[in-house]
């Protein structure tokens, strides 16, 4: 009972962990929305160029998408999650530290560079481990992290934003990573 009970908890304790990963990278860009025009004022730019924050990081969390997807076939996962992780880590650094919009778009850039690890591992992870319907359970829930993030991170992202600055966005998603 007791090695049933054990590999339950891991194996929830996994998914869990899973989905939060594929949460991450949606929410690593939609958290920041609220943070344009604090940027725009704090930093001097324009709001076209400050958007870039956004659309930039989307384009990189896209390419970087179908990079992860190449390297999850040739790599182990997990090293592949500490490598994007760490990478998504560095971009909230250069973002927190940015006294300028083009470090800010830089930071932006990165952040999402790491955070589409998550996505793709995430779902690697589950094809490898499980098959047929319990992989399309678990797979289900993967997707509907990745379409609520986004809407939970916005709210989140004014919160923090309200209160702490634009910076603690940065601060969030990187100790979250």
Aim: glycine content about 10%; overall charge positive.
């Amino acid at each position: 009972v007791v090695n049933n009970q054990t590999s339950s908890y891991k194996e929830r304790t996994t998914i869990f962990t899973l989905v939060l990963l594929s949460a991450l990278g949606p929410a690593s860009f939609q958290i920041f929305l609220p943070s344009v025009p604090n940027i725009i004022k704090d930093l001097s730019s324009t709001p076209g160029v400050a958007n870039l924050t956004i659309s930039l990081s989307m384009l990189s969390f896209a390419f970087f998408s179908l990079f992860y997807g190449r390297m999850a076939d040739r790599f182990e996962n997990k090293k592949l999650l500490i490598i994007g992780m760490l990478v998504l880590i560095v971009g909230s650094i250069i973002g927190y530290f940015s006294h300028n919009i083009e470090m800010v778009i830089l930071g932006r850039v990165i952040q999402p560079a790491g955070g589409a690890a998550g996505v793709v591992a995430a779902r690697a992870m589950i094809m490898r481990l499980y098959q047929g319907e319990k992989a399309a359970k678990i797979m289900s829930r993967l997707v509907a992290a990745m379409m609520t993030a986004p809407l939970i991170g916005v709210p989140l992202g004014g919160v923090l934003t309200d209160n702490y600055g634009w910076r603690s966005n940065f601060i969030f998603i990187g100790l979250f990573a």
